[in-house]
């Protein structure tokens, strides 16, 4: 694809997607919970932060690598755990596997995907993280976290917002049916739970017991507070994702970004704090780097990649937000991803 002929950016993205995907498909990707206020606010409040550049600071060679728990990456965008990536292309998750390879990047894949968790380990020579829930039947838990570790996953990333089915009215309104993922045990006859999700009657206990079953990394997903990046500490959790699901599941909430520097400030550096939510341009990378978050994900976006080509598709949109992070660091005079701290932004006072 030349850069010219095709998107150019996110955005571009997804107004192409939109044009190839049945509405009801893009509605269910692209929209949130109730009035969607949080899907947009995830957005717009990475305008609320300014860069500040700098000059003359020896800029010729950028370095963007990093590690996340323990996993080094080249650049410091993850793609978020999402299920049925097959929705947006009919290679689903071992396209968007073997992009995220080629970025030198992680797929952490959902406990919805629509492939065969140990099929997908072959179709690259790449780094996976398994996302999950505290499920309503602990044997389930524990023997995902074994299978995770066998498969040779490197983190378990524990989804702790979904323990309550959200309320999304573009699903409502099309009479969106969805897909129950590939990794669920078959149900028996006249069985009907739809798709997995939280045991509602979870604690931190179950939390602590996920992090005492396995020997891989934890990252706790969906934490929107402090006092919630601290339980996580205490749990023994390895990192937290800053997270409102992208505005899935409680609408109304602060923006990720508007709640970064207090969960920066609660894991006091004894976790990882990882951001996802509205990353659609490099700047906003830099902005969470430069706030405390270690790497970020994306979530909508690998779907555009994939519904316009792909995995040339999902590899172009990381190819985009890395040539756009390394703008943004070089005119900000940060050659490498540790020199981005909190001097690199500033509030931008409302217009
Ligand atoms: C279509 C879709 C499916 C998703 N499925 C899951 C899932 O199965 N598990 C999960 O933890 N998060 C899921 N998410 C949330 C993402 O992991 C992530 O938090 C969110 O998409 C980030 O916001 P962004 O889409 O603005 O980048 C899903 C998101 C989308 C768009």
């Not at 292309?89 to 492939?115: D, Q």
């Not at 993280?129 to 066998?150: C, I, N, V």
């Not at 979530?299 to 190819?319: I, M």
């Amino acid at each position: 694809m030349s850069t010219n002929a095709g998107p150019i950016n996110l955005f571009e993205f997804e107004a192409l997607s939109k044009e190839r995907l049945p509405k009801e498909e893009y509605d269910y990707i692209a929209g949130g919970a109730t009035d969607e206020i949080s899907v947009e606010r995830n957005r717009r409040a990475f305008e609320s932060w300014a860069l500040r550049p700098r000059v003359l600071r020896n800029v010729s060679a950028l370095d963007l690598s990093t590690t996340v728990v323990g996993t080094r990456v080249n650049f410091p965008v993850l793609l978020a755990p999402c299920g049925g990536h097959k929705k947006a292309h009919p290679e689903g998750e071992f396209a968007s596997y073997r992009a995220a390879t080629a970025c030198g990047t992680i797929l952490a894949v959902s406990a919805n995907a629509s492939a065969d968790f140990q099929e997908l380990t072959k179709a690259a020579p790449g780094h996976l993280w398994l996302q999950m829930y505290p499920f309503r039947d602990p044997e389930m838990t524990k023997s995902w976290l074994q299978g995770a570790k066998e498969l040779g996953y490197e983190a378990v990333c524990i989804t702790l917002d979904s323990q309550w089915p959200p309320k999304r009215e573009r699903n409502i309104r099309n009479n969106y049916k969805q897909m129950r993922g590939a990794n669920y045990p078959k149900l028996g006859p006249g069985e009907s739970r739809g798709p997995g999700g939280g045991n509602p009657a979870a604690t931190w206990k179950d939390l602590e017991w996920i992090k005492s079953a396995t020997d891989l990394p934890v990252v706790a997903k969906g934490i929107m507070t402090g006092e919630d990046v601290e339980l996580c500490a205490e749990a023994g959790a390895d990192a937290v994702i800053v997270s409102n699901h992208g505005g899935r599941h409680l609408d109304n909430t602060l923006a990720t970004i508007e709640v970064l520097p207090e969960a920066v400030a609660a894991a006091n550096g004894k976790i990882e704090v990882l951001l996802d939510g509205g990353i659609r341009r490099g700047a906003d990378v830099v902005k969470a780097l430069a706030l405390g978050a270690k790497a970020v994900f994306i979530g909508r976006p690998l779907f555009w990649g994939l519904a316009v080509a792909g995995e040339q598709g999902v590899t172009r949109v990381l190819e985009i937000l890395r040539e756009e992070i390394e703008i943004t660091m070089a005119k900000c005079g940060r050659a490498t991803v540790a020199s981005l701290d909190p001097t690199v932004v500033v509030k931008a006072p409302p217009l």
